[in-house]
């Protein structure tokens, strides 16, 4: 079982930065691969932004490379999302996930994962 807490999120203005969180309890944290997933207002879906896996792993989606970071601390079973130069359209509800790392290659679909944190609102004013 694992539960997933994210915080960070908040206002910044375009151009700016935040640092997201997510806190994961109950399994090995190692043995997870951790995604960031993001739904924006009035979307029906939560659309992949981030991922870690295995040793050193990662994988962003085209709108977010070069701008997001997502990385891992093992050892405080945290994973973080940097994210620098904020556009307006990254306004969302950014989601931390969780599934067991199995794959070698990315795993973006959010049906692919069973763990879930409640959410926290990231808004870029312009």
């Known amino acids: 079982q694992v539960q997933l807490v994210e915080s960070g999120g908040g206002l910044v203005q375009a151009g700016g930065s935040l640092r997201l969180s997510c806190a994961a309890s109950g399994r090995t944290f190692s043995n997870l691969a951790m995604g960031w997933f993001r739904q924006a207002p009035g979307e029906n879906q939560k659309f992949p932004a981030a991922f870690s896996w295995g040793a050193s792993n990662t994988y962003y989606a085209d709108s977010v490379k070069g701008r997001f970071t997502i990385s891992r601390d093992n050892a405080k079973n945290m994973v973080y999302l940097q994210m620098n130069s904020l556009k307006p359209e990254d306004t969302a509800v950014y989601y931390c996930?969780?599934?067991?790392?199995?794959?070698?290659?990315?795993?973006?679909?959010?049906?692919?994962?069973?763990?879930w944190g409640q959410g926290t609102q990231v808004t870029v004013s312009s």
């Open positions: 996930a969780a599934r067991a790392a199995r794959s070698a290659a990315v795993v973006a679909t959010p049906t692919d994962y069973d763990y």
